[in-house]
C-alpha cells in the first residue's frame, strides 16, 4: 500500500509499505478518504527540517477489513470514521477512536467530521446555552465546523476572518453572518456589520479558531461584560513584541478589560474519553462524536458544506504546498483513496 509522509521541508513522498496486520484492540480499516489538516499537518510540513520521515496525522473514513482480540463494537464490514490516520491506503488504529458511520451518510462527508465533535466539547466548555450569540473568529477548518455546530444547536452565529475568501466561504455555511475583519480598507463596512448584527448586548461566547495573536486580539477587542473566550487555536509562535504589548495593556493593564469586565479565558480540548466525577457533565468524546454523526445523517449537520475540494492522494503534496504559499480558497480538503468494501 502507499503511505505518504513528510520527508524533509515542504517534501512529501509516497512510501511502498505492507498492509499492516491489527494486534488486540486494533481495528484495520482500508481508507476511503482522508482529510487535510491546514493546522498540524502544514505545522509539520514547514517544520520538517532534517531528512527523516514524519507522519502526516488527522481523520479519515473507511471500511473496517479487519480487527484484532478483544475488540467488541465494531466488526469486519462496518463503515467507520477514525482519527490519528495517516494518508494512506490501509490502517490500524485502536478501537476507541474508531467510530461507526449511520446508514445514510456518505464516507466522504464522515471524514471531516471529528472537528465538529471537537466543536461540541468546545460548546460544552463555554458553557453555551441556547439562543446565545456565539462569534467565531476564523474560518479555516475548525471555524468553520464550530460554526456550524453552534448554528446547530440553535446559536446566533457571527462568523469573522480576515481573509476575503473565507468569509465568501463562511456566507456559503447558512450562518447569520459573516463578515472580513483587519483589513483596513474594509474596517467600516466590516463593523456596520458587526455593530449591526451584535447589536447592544454584544456577544456572548467567542470561540477562537485562528491560532493567530491577531485573531486572538480581535476576539478580546469584541469582548463585553462576561463574554466567555473560548480558545481552540493554538498560537504556536509568540506575539510579535508590538502586538503583545497591545495585548497585555487591553487585557491586564488599568482598566483592564479581563478584570474590569471579568472575561472568561477558556482552553478547549476535548472532553474526557470517561466521565469523570464530579465532572456534572456525562459528555465524552465518543458520546460527541456519535452525536455529531447522527446529526450529520439526519441532514442537521451539513458535513459537505466543509469540503472545498476532494483531490487524489497524489495531490496531497501540491495540496500542502498551496496552503503555505497562503491559498485561503482551500478549507476543507479531502483525498479520495477509492472505492472500498
Same mark, same amino acid.
Given at each position: ?65 479487519? !480487527? +484484532? @482480540? *478483544?475488540?467488541?463494537? &465494531? #466488526? ?6 477514525? =482519527?490519528?490516520?495517516?494518508?494512506? $491506503? ?51 477548518? !475548525? +471555524? @468553520? *465546523?464550530?460554526?456550524? &455546530? #453552534? ?6 452565529? =457571527?462568523?469573522?476572518?480576515?481573509? $476575503? ?53 480581535? @476576539? ?122
Amino acid at each position: 500500500m502507499q503511505h505518504y509522509y513528510i520527508t524533509g521541508y515542504r517534501q512529501v513522498e509516497a512510501i511502498d509499505e505492507p498492509i499492516p496486520i491489527p494486534a488486540a484492540g486494533e481495528v484495520l480499516v482500508k481508507v476511503a478518504y482522508t482529510a487535510l489538516s491546514p493546522g498540524s499537518n502544514l505545522s509539520s510540513y514547514l517544520s520538517q527540517t532534517r531528512q527523516q520521515r514524519g507522519e502526516l496525522l488527522y481523520m479519515a473514513s473507511g471500511v473496517v477489513q479487519q !480487527v +484484532g @482480540a *478483544s475488540v467488541g463494537h &465494531v #466488526a469486519p464490514g462496518d463503515r467507520v470514521a477514525l =482519527l490519528n490516520c495517516g494518508h494512506q $491506503a490501509y490502517v490500524c488504529v485502536a478501537e476507541d477512536v474508531v467510530y461507526r458511520v449511520p446508514t445514510g451518510l456518505s464516507l466522504r462527508e464522515a471524514s471531516v467530521s471529528y472537528l465538529c465533535s471537537w466543536a461540541v466539547s468546545a460548546l460544552h466548555l463555554g458553557q453555551y446555552a441556547a439562543a446565545e450569540t456565539v462569534v467565531v473568529v476564523g474560518q479555516g477548518l !475548525v +471555524g @468553520a *465546523s464550530a460554526a456550524l &455546530v #453552534a448554528e446547530m444547536m440553535g446559536a446566533r452565529v =457571527l462568523a469573522l476572518d480576515s481573509a $476575503a475568501e473565507r468569509v465568501a466561504f463562511a456566507q456559503t455555511l447558512g450562518l447569520g453572518a459573516a463578515a472580513q475583519v483587519g483589513m483596513p480598507e474594509h474596517s467600516q463596512v466590516s463593523a456596520g456589520q458587526i455593530a449591526e448584527f451584535l447589536g447592544e448586548t454584544g456577544p456572548d461566547l467567542i470561540l477562537e479558531t485562528s491560532g493567530s495573536w491577531h485573531g486572538f486580539g480581535q @476576539a478580546i477587542q469584541l469582548a463585553r461584560d462576561y463574554t466567555r473566550l473560548a480558545i481552540m487555536g493554538i498560537y504556536r509562535q509568540p506575539p510579535p513584541a508590538e502586538l503583545g504589548l497591545d495585548l497585555h495593556q487591553l487585557l491586564y493593564a488599568y482598566p483592564s478589560k479581563f478584570h474590569y469586565q471579568r472575561l472568561q479565558i477558556i482552553g478547549c480540548g476535548s472532553d474526557p474519553d470517561e466521565v469523570a466525577y464530579p465532572n456534572p457533565r456525562l459528555a465524552t468524546r465518543r458520546r460527541n462524536y456519535t452525536y455529531v454523526l447522527e446529526q450529520a445523517q439526519r441532514g442537521r449537520l451539513p458535513l459537505a458544506k466543509l469540503i472545498t475540494h476532494t483531490l487524489p492522494p497524489q495531490e496531497i503534496g501540491s495540496a500542502l504546498a498551496a496552503l503555505a504559499d497562503g491559498n485561503k480558497q482551500m478549507v476543507g480538503v479531502v483525498f479520495d483513496w477509492g472505492e472500498v468494501a
